[in-house]
């Protein structure tokens, strides 16, 4: 079941709201950028992401394809969301930062089904062969 949850960066200056389903499960990847950041990911669809202030004060960053916008606030440098419009995979989608939900629960994080992808392989459907260290 979906619910609206807040976000953004540290220093505050990058506010979004998301409508997410937890329990549809997250991803964690270990490409370089994934692996650096430890992101945690949850993939949100347009009508379901909100930026609510902060635009001037993002930054973006593409490396390899480019097939993703990596969004981080120029203030604090937190990476709290990104996008893509990868149409092979259903169009645009936001990719928002579990770790950067000010109102998720550590109970609600707990119980969220993670998934391993192997992106430093472009092998997005399987796991990489060790996953605990993501």
């Known amino acids: 079941m979906k619910k609206t949850y807040t976000g953004g960066c540290h ?3 990058v506010r979004y709201e998301a409508d997410i389903d937890l329990s549809a499960g997250s991803f ?8 650096k950041l430890r992101n945690w990911i ?16 993002l930054r973006d960053y593409q490396f390899g394809g480019k097939r993703i916008h990596h969004q981080f606030c120029r203030n604090c440098g937190v990476h ?3 996008w893509s419009e990868a149409h092979e995979d259903g169009g645009r989608f936001y990719a928002v930062n579990l770790s950067c939900l000010d109102d998720a629960t550590a109970e609600e994080l707990a119980r969220v089904p993670i998934t391993y992808v ?4 472009d092998n997005w459907s399987a796991p990489p062969s060790e996953t605990r260290y993501l």
């Open 11 to 13: 220093c505050g200056a």
């Open 28 to 35: 964690r990847c270990n490409c370089s950028i994934c692996s």
């Open 118 to 121: 192997d992106g430093r392989n």
């Open 42 to 57: 949850v993939s949100v669809k347009p009508g379901d992401f909100r930026l609510l202030q902060g635009e001037g004060e």
């Open 80 to 82: 709290s969301f990104g």
